[in-house]
């Protein structure tokens, strides 16, 4: 019998909803998604980990994640690139969601762009794929992804939210440039 995996999950009022955060007891980031597709959260917690695989514990503020969380809504957009993340997923999708940590913020790509530059430019669908079951939105910026012609195509949180995203990013990035790396 494996282990259950014990998470933290708390809330954090954002000016766009109230955004779900799940951390392990390392201090990781394990899930991070807006309370109204909580049961797509669940449901993708449940893919990762298996139904009976981990434990959702309620926090205020599981290992700082929010209050880091917060200042990155505040305008810091250095906040979230040392944020330690853990994923499970395939190790192809792991390799998508390390390349979108190194999207600058502030930027964008389209899906061949990214599926370039992972060395796999026919995978742009596969790409597309990973990039909708990334499990932490903004902290892994799915959110950078658009379409080939510029369009603002597929957000798990919505449109509006992905606008607002990039908006904030590209009104509060200053040459910043990330360097983070996913834990696999």
């Given amino acids: 019998m494996s282990e259950i995996l014990h998470l933290s999950i708390g809330r954090l009022a954002t000016p766009i909803g109230e955004l779900l955060i799940v951390a392990d007891d ?7 998604d807006w309370n109204d ?13 298996g139904k009976g695989g981990f434990r959702l514990a309620a926090a205020l503020n599981p290992n700082g994640l929010a209050t ?16 330690r993340v853990e994923t499970a997923g395939t190790p192809f999708q792991r ?5 979108l940590r190194e999207i600058p913020n502030g930027t964008t790509v389209s ?11 026919t995978a742009v669908r596969a790409v597309g794929l990973a990039n909708g ?16 012609n510029g369009s603002l195509t597929g957000y798990g949180g919505g449109i509006e939210r992905k606008r607002w995203l990039l908006e904030h990013e590209r009104t509060h990035a200053t040459g910043i440039h990330r360097t983070s790396k996913i834990a696999g």
């Fill in 26 to 32: 390392a201090g990781n980031l394990r899930a991070v």
């Fill in 37 to 49: 597709y909580e049961p797509r959260m669940q449901q993708l917690l449940r893919r990762h980990y």
């Fill in 68 to 83: 880091t969380m917060s200042r990155y809504f505040a305008g810091d957009m250095r906040a979230i690139e040392s944020i």
């Fill in 95 to 99: 390799t998508v969601w390390a390349a």
């Fill in 111 to 121: 899906y061949a762009e990214l599926a370039g530059r992972i060395a796999r430019p």
């Fill in 133 to 148: 079951s990334n499990p932490i939105g903004i902290v892994v910026p799915c959110h950078r992804v658009i379409g080939s």
